[in-house]
C-alpha cells in the first residue's frame, strides 16, 4: 500500500494572515498573545486541508523562517541577543529583522533599547525564499530548546493528527551557517550532535514515531570531509528511538546515492521531479527493509501533474517496493499557493491547467488510490486530469508563430555593445556629470496606503484611468522633490505606479496570465504574487516610457530608467514547464530589449535592468553553474546592449551570495552594478582580492530589509572597506536594495545619512 505523507505547507495562510498578523505586532498595534494565537489557528487549519495525508508534518510552521527556528532549537543565537531579557519571540524577531515590537525593546539587554544588527539573509537554495543564516564561531556552544516542536507536536495530536516532526539535519544546518570568526564549522559537529540526539529523544518521549530530518545539502557537490561528516552525524543518531526519514529536495543526489543508501536511517526522501535519474539507481542500493520515499508531485511549481504518465512509470516501482513505497511533493509546499479554488477571477481555460497546494495534495490522494486500488478506482479524475493536460499542450494561446521566428532571428551582435566600458565611461562622464562616489537608490520609494488605495480602487473601477494617472503622477513628483531635497545624484521615479517588480511587466506581456490570491512568503512577512508564464511571450505596447518621460520631465538630474531583467522575470515567475527555461528567457529578453531601446529614444540615459534573481536560478551543483550562466548572462546582454555608447546601463542584486560568480557578473557588462553587501559587513568585496572587477559598483552601504536606521560613520567605513579594493572613482553610494516596503519617516533619515557619508568620502578621497 502507498503511503502518502507531505513535507510542509504554506504557513502564510490562504489570505495571508501570518503577514497581516506580524505586522500589526511589530507596529504595536496587537499582542503577543494575539499573534501566537493566530499562528495555532493557522497550524489548526493547515492540519485539516492535510486530514487526508497518512502523515502530516508538524513544526515546518514558522512565524519568520524555519532555518532561523532551528537555530533557537538548538540555542544557537548571535552573542549580541543573548542577553535579551524579554520573550523569546521577540528575541527571535530580533534577530530576523533587527528589532521586535516596539513595545518589547524595553527588555532589551541590560534594559537598554539600542538595535541590533539583523541576521545575514540569503536564498535558500535556488528559490526565491530567503533564510537568516546561521552564526558560528570557535566557541559557539548548542542547548536544547524544543519547546517549539513540543508544543506543535502536542496541537496535532489533541487535533487527532497523526504528525511527523520536520527539523533541519545537523550537515545541512552547519552547511548553510557562516563562521563569523574564520573557524571551520565542521569542528561543531560533535559539540553539536548530542543536542540533536536529545532532541530526537525528546520527541520520541512525546509520541512521535517518524523525524523528518531535511539534508538538502545532499544534492551539491561534498568533499569527503563533508561526506565524513554525514556517517559521523547518523551512525551517532542511529540510537535514537524514533525512525528518521531523511529528506532530500532541489536536485540530483548522483554520486552521493552511496552515501544515502547506506546512512543509517528509516527512509530516504528522494525529489522525483528533479532527480528522477537517481530513483532506479538508489533502488537497487538500498537495503531491503528501508522506506523509499518519493517525490513525485512538484512542489515548486503550480501545474497540474500528468497523472496517467506519472502512474505509467510510478506502478512497477509500487510492485516492487510494496509497503515501503511513500508518496509525495518533492519538497515543502511552502514554495507555492495555498489554494486554486480561492481564484474567481483567473481565465477558466488557464485555471484549469494549474493546482496550487490543497490541490497537489488532491493528486496525491489520487495517486495513491490508484495505486493502492487501481486505476478503475479513480477513474473520472484520471480522465479529467488527462483531458486537461491534453488541451494545455494543443491550445494555440501557448505557442506563438511569430516569437519563435524572432528567436531564430537573434545574432551573437544583438549582446554586444558598440564600445568596451573604458569608451563608454569616458562618454557617460561628459553627459552626465557625476561627482566621485555618486549617490542613488535601488528604485523603489514606499508603497504609501494612498498609492495602494488608488491602485485598489482602480482596478476595481471605481476611479477611472485619468484619475488614476493624477495620483500617480503626484506620487511620482513627491519622490522626485525628496530626492532632490536630499541631494541625491541620479533620481528614481519611485516606481508608485507598480505593485510589484515582475508582476507589472508581466500585465503588459503576451503569455502571461495572474492569480489574486497566489501568494507565496519571500521571507517574514514579505510575500510575493508570481505571475504565470503560460506561453510564448511577446510585447504589444511601451509599459514605462510614458512614467519615466514624466518624472525626468520634473527635473534636471539624470532620471533612471527602471526595468525588470529577463532572468529576475523568469525566476520570479511560475514558468511553463513544457519547454527549456532558457528559451522562456530569451523571448523575454527580447521583449525587455525593446523597451530598453524606447526608452533610449524618449532621451533616458540612465537605465537599470534589475537582475536580482541572477543567481537565484543556479542549480544546486557548481558542475551545472556554467550551462546556466551562459545562457542567463547572455540574455541580460541581449537585453541591455542594443544602446548608444552615451546610455549608462545599470544593473542591480540582492540577497545572495556572488563571489563564487563574480566573473559571469563581470560577463554581464553593466556600466554600474549595485548590489548587495550590507547584511555580510562588505563581505562579497573578499572577491576583490583575486577579480579585477572592470567596471563602476555601488555596494548597498545600508540594509533597507530592517527598519533600523544606519549611521553615516557606519556607512562611510563600509565605502572605504570598498575602497580598499575597487578604485574610488568607479564605486557608486547606495542602500541594499528598494525602499518600496518601507515608510517616508525611515527612509529620509537614512538617506539624509548616506547623502551625509558620501560627502564625507568625497573630502576624504579629494
Known amino acids: ?387 486537461a493536460c491534453d488541451a494545455r499542450c494543443n491550445s494555440p494561446r501557448v505557442n506563438s508563430p511569430a516569437v519563435k521566428a524572432a528567436l531564430a532571428g537573434i545574432t551573437l551582435q544583438l549582446g554586444r555593445r558598440e564600445s568596451p566600458y573604458a569608451v563608454r565611461a569616458a562618454k557617460q562622464a561628459v553627459l552626465l556629470k557625476l561627482p566621485k562616489f555618486p549617490t542613488t537608490t535601488i528604485g523603489s520609494f514606499p508603497q504609501t496606503a494612498e498609492i495602494r488605495q488608488a491602485r485598489s480602487r482602480f482596478k476595481a473601477g471605481e476611479i477611472d484611468e485619468a484619475t488614476y494617472k493624477v495620483a500617480m503622477q503626484a506620487e511620482i513628483e513627491r519622490s522626485v522633490r525628496e530626492q532632490e531635497a536630499l541631494g541625491l545624484d541620479v533620481l528614481v521615479h519611485g516606481e508608485a505606479e507598480r505593485n510589484d517588480m515582475v508582476e507589472y511587466f508581466g500585465e503588459q506581456l503576451d503569455g502571461y496570465a495572474f492569480s489574486q490570491f497566489g501568494w507565496v512568503q519571500s521571507y517574514g512577512s514579505r510575500c510575493v504574487k508570481p505571475p504565470i508564464l503560460f506561453g510564448d511571450i511577446s510585447r504589444s505596447k511601451a509599459m514605462t516610457v510614458e512614467w519615466i518621460k514624466y518624472a525626468q520631465s520634473l527635473t534636471s538630474k539624470p532620471m533612471k530608467g527602471m526595468l525588470t531583467g529577463p532572468v529576475t522575470i523568469l525566476n520570479w515567475s511560475f514558468v511553463r514547464d513544457d519547454q527549456p527555461r532558457s528559451v522562456s528567457c530569451t523571448q523575454l529578453a527580447l521583449a525587455i530589449r525593446q523597451e530598453v531601446l524606447d526608452l533610449e529614444k524618449a532621451g533616458v540615459r540612465v537605465i537599470q535592468i534589475d537582475e536580482a534573481a541572477l543567481r537565484e536560478g543556479l542549480p544546486p551543483r557548481k558542475s551545472q553553474w556554467k550551462v546556466y550562466l551562459d545562457w542567463a548572462v547572455e540574455c541580460f546582454r541581449i537585453t541591455a546592449n542594443g544602446v548608444a555608447d552615451e546610455t549608462q546601463i545599470h544593473t542591480h542584486m540582492c540577497y545572495s551570495e556572488f563571489n563564487d560568480i563574480i566573473e559571469a557578473i563581470a560577463a554581464m557588462d553593466a556600466d554600474v552594478i549595485t548590489i548587495e553587501t550590507s547584511r555580510s559587513d562588505m563581505e562579497l568585496l573578499d572577491a576583490f582580492d583575486n577579480f579585477r572587477y572592470p567596471n563602476e559598483i555601488g555596494p548597498g552601504v545600508y540594509d533597507i530589509h530592517s527598519p533600523n536606521i544606519p549611521t553615516e560613520q557606519h556607512m562611510v567605513d563600509l565605502m572605504k572597506k570598498a575602497a580598499g579594493r575597487i578604485p574610488a572613482e568607479r564605486l557608486w553610494v547606495n542602500p541594499d536594495c528598494g525602499l518600496k516596503t518601507r515608510q517616508w519617516s525611515e527612509v529620509i533619515p537614512a538617506l539624509t545619512s548616506m547623502v551625509a557619508a558620501a560627502k564625507t568620502l568625497r573630502s576624504s578621497f579629494a
Open 1 to 387: 500500500m502507498a503511503f502518502t505523507h507531505n513535507l510542509g505547507f504554506p504557513r502564510i495562510g490562504a489570505k495571508r494572515e501570518l503577514k497581516f498578523a506580524l505586522e500589526s505586532y511589530w507596529k504595536g498595534q496587537s499582542s503577543r498573545d494575539e499573534l501566537k494565537a493566530l499562528g495555532a489557528q493557522l497550524r489548526r487549519r493547515h492540519w485539516e486541508d492535510q486530514s487526508a495525508l497518512d502523515l502530516a508534518p508538524a513544526g515546518d510552521f514558522a512565524f519568520y523562517d524555519q532555518v532561523l527556528d532551528m537555530s533557537f532549537s538548538l540555542g544557537n543565537l548571535p552573542e549580541r541577543v543573548q542577553e535579551f531579557h524579554g520573550d523569546a519571540l521577540d528575541n527571535y524577531f530580533r534577530v530576523a529583522r533587527g528589532r521586535s515590537a516596539q513595545s518589547a525593546e524595553t527588555h532589551c539587554c541590560g534594559g537598554a533599547c539600542d538595535e541590533v544588527a539583523a541576521g545575514e539573509m540569503t536564498k535558500w537554495f535556488d528559490t526565491n525564499y530567503h533564510y537568516i543564516v546561521p552564526e558560528f564561531t570557535a566557541a559557539t556552544k548548542f542547548k536544547l530548546d524544543a519547546s517549539r516542536l513540543l508544543e506543535h507536536l502536542a496541537e496535532a495530536k489533541a487535533q487527532g493528527v497523526k504528525a511527523k516532526p520536520v527539523i533541519i539535519g545537523p550537515v545541512t544546518y552547519l552547511a548553510l551557517g557562516k563562521a563569523k570568526d574564520g573557524s571551520g564549522k565542521l569542528a561543531l559537529l560533535e559539540r553539536l550532535l548530542p543536542v540533536y540526539a536529545q532532541l530526537l529523544d525528546t520527541l520520541a518521549d512525546a509520541g512521535a514515531e517518524w523525524v523528518q530530518i531535511d539534508e538538502p545539502i545532499l544534492v551539491t557537490e561534498l568533499d569527503t570531509d563533508w561526506q565524513h561528516a554525514f556517517n559521523l552525524a547518523y551512525h551517532t543518531l542511529k540510537a535514537s528511538r524514533i525512525k528518521l526519514l531523511l529528506a532530500t529536495y532541489f536536485g540530483q543526489l548522483q554520486e552521493n546515492r552511496y552515501l544515502v543508501a547506506n546512512l543509517p536511517v528509516a527512509g530516504v526522501h528522494i525529489d522525483a521531479i528533479n532527480g528522477r535519474d537517481d530513483i532506479q539507481p538508489l533502488l537497487n542500493l538500498l537495503p531491503s527493509h528501508k522506506v523509499v520515499s518519493l517525490g513525485v508531485i512538484n512542489g515548486r511549481n503550480i501545474w497540474k501533474t500528468d497523472l496517467n504518465a506519472l502512474l505509467d512509470w510510478l506502478e512497477p516501482i509500487a510492485e516492487r517496493l510494496g509497503d515501503r513505497l511513500w508518496i509525495a511533493p518533492s519538497c515543502s509546499l511552502l514554495h507555492v499557493p495555498v489554494d486554486l479554488d480561492s481564484e474567481q477571477k483567473l481565465d477558466d481555460e488557464i485555471k484549469s491547467w494549474l493546482a496550487f497546494a490543497k490541490q497537489k495534495l488532491e493528486e496525491l490522494r489520487v495517486l495513491a488510490t490508484a495505486l493502492n486500488q487501481g486505476r478503475d478506482a479513480v477513474k473520472a479524475e484520471l480522465n479529467a486530469n488527462r483531458a
